[in-house]
């Protein structure tokens, strides 16, 4: 096991290190990767039917019209649900660590990992706000602490 992926001896959730491997942007994900990149959190929205889009898509996914307008998100939702992983897929991950199902205020759901707390505090409706954290080639990935 390498130093990276030394379990931390306890149940605090941390950011992952730099050295996870860095997000593979598609040509309709970028403008969201260069705005996490700002620290900024960004989604879709349909010009036609209104609807909140995530992840980035072409179409949107209720009406398929391809008008989708990037917006800024503030950031703040709830848990909606999450896992605990105590065995990385990859060595370099730090375990424990917990991907949860953000409810965002704007109306969209999105997949980040809860940091800032211990396992124990993870909760449904917990109300927790993004940060990001930086990985390699420039990226940062979103994670979300209790507000
Ligand atoms: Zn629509």
């Known amino acids: 096991m390498s130093p990276e992926s030394a379990p931390t001896g306890d149940d605090r959730l941390v950011p992952q290190p730099a050295t996870i491997p860095p997000p593979t942007p598609s040509s309709h994900s ?4 260069e705005a996490a990149a700002r620290h900024e959190l960004v989604y879709q929205r349909c010009d036609a039917c209104k609807r909140a889009e995530f992840d980035p898509a072409v179409v949107c ?7 989708l307008t990037w917006a800024r998100s ?3 939702g709830t848990v909606y649900s999450w896992t605990v992983v105590w065995r990385p897929q990859q060595p370099s991950f730090v375990v424990p660590y917990a991907p949860a199902i953000i409810d965002l205020d704007e109306g969209y759901q999105m997949l980040a990992a809860v940091i800032g707390c211990r396992v124990a505090d993870l909760a449904v409706g917990l109300r927790v706000a993004v940060e990001f954290h930086p990985v390699a080639d420039g990226f940062a990935l979103p994670y979300f602490r209790p507000a």
């Open 30 to 33: 970028a403008p969201y990767w």
């Open 61 to 67: 996914r209720r009406c398929g019209a391809r008008a």
């Open 74 to 76: 503030a950031g703040l």
